[in-house]
């Protein structure tokens, strides 16, 4: 002898869930009053929502923004930490891959602009900026942590694609500093995030003068910093140049674009004539060898 089950559906009389008719359900949405199985049910402040109309009010509750127009995400910096993870990951496979290969295929020298040397490889310009040195621990570790503390600051304000960008363009504006004020001979190659860390320098450097704010703490940060890159050997000064400036041009960008619905159009085209700027004046270098 088998015990059945009455078929679950509205000719059974039992309450189906919708996107699920074959399960029964008794637990209704509180705002559409229509039945809802486990897998979509969503707890709300009182009882529980159907995933339907937690997604119809997700798209008709407009995003918090920034102070800039990015969206504005609480808790964590992720991109800063993203930034950070891969820097961290790129060092450890400095030591793991063998015969010194990431170095080599993924730093950047003025060297390689040369046709002698070989192909000109401009995304190096880019990786340099996640490469750092294997003999000096303190070169990755000052640079995360100055890192960490910029992008705490600047990340939340600008919103994560904003910040992320200037970052990114700072990087490779260290790299075409570094590029233009350096001679092609003697050859040295340049690795680390400090270009990209001195475009954030410049980015909080405008961001605190456009909001009102008092920037004598972060021009003598900058300072000092600036002195000990013409002070300590091995200290590409050049990238730190070329990245702050990067950075302050990008940051003016997204923070003097004007008010209203085309913001972003002006900010992303704003970021686009620094990156335009960068590749002209790589440009103009390399054809000058």
Not at 29 to 57: H, S, Y
């Amino acid at each position: 002898m088998s015990f059945g089950y009455p078929a679950a559906g509205p000719s059974a009389g039992v309450p189906v869930c919708p996107r699920h008719p074959d399960r029964p359900s008794y637990v209704r949405c509180q705002r559409c009053g229509r039945p809802a199985c486990p897998e979509c049910q969503r707890a709300a402040a009182v009882g529980f929502q159907c995933i339907d109309c937690v997604n119809e009010l997700k798209r008709s509750t407009p995003s918090v923004r920034s102070v800039y127009g990015g969206t504005a995400v609480a808790g964590r910096p992720v991109a800063t930490l993203a930034l950070i993870a891969a820097c961290v990951l790129v060092y450890v496979l400095q030591w793991i891959v063998p015969g010194d290969a990431i170095f080599q295929n993924f730093a950047f020298a003025s060297v390689f602009a040369d046709p002698q040397y070989g192909q000109f490889e401009p995304w190096r310009m880019l990786t340099a900026a996640f490469l750092h040195s294997q003999g000096f621990v303190l070169h990755i570790a000052l640079n995360m942590y100055t890192l960490w503390i910029f992008g705490q600051a600047l990340e939340p304000l600008l919103g994560r694609a904003r910040f992320l960008a200037i970052y990114l363009l700072s990087a490779i504006g260290g790299s075409a500093g570094y590029f233009l004020l350096t001679p092609l001979l003697p050859v040295t190659a340049v690795v680390g995030a400090s270009g990209a860390i001195f475009g954030l320098f410049g980015a909080l450097l405008v961001i605190q003068r456009h909001r009102g704010g008092d920037t004598t703490q972060l021009w003598i940060l900058i300072a000092i910093n600036g002195v000990i890159g013409f002070m300590v050997a091995g200290i590409a000064w050049q990238a730190h140049l070329g990245g702050f400036i990067t950075g302050a041009l990008g940051a003016a960008a997204v923070a003097y674009a004007p008010r209203g619905p085309r913001r972003v159009l002006f900010q992303a085209g704003g970021l686009a004539v620094v990156a335009l700027l960068l590749v002209l004046a790589t440009v103009f270098r390399t054809a000058s060898v």
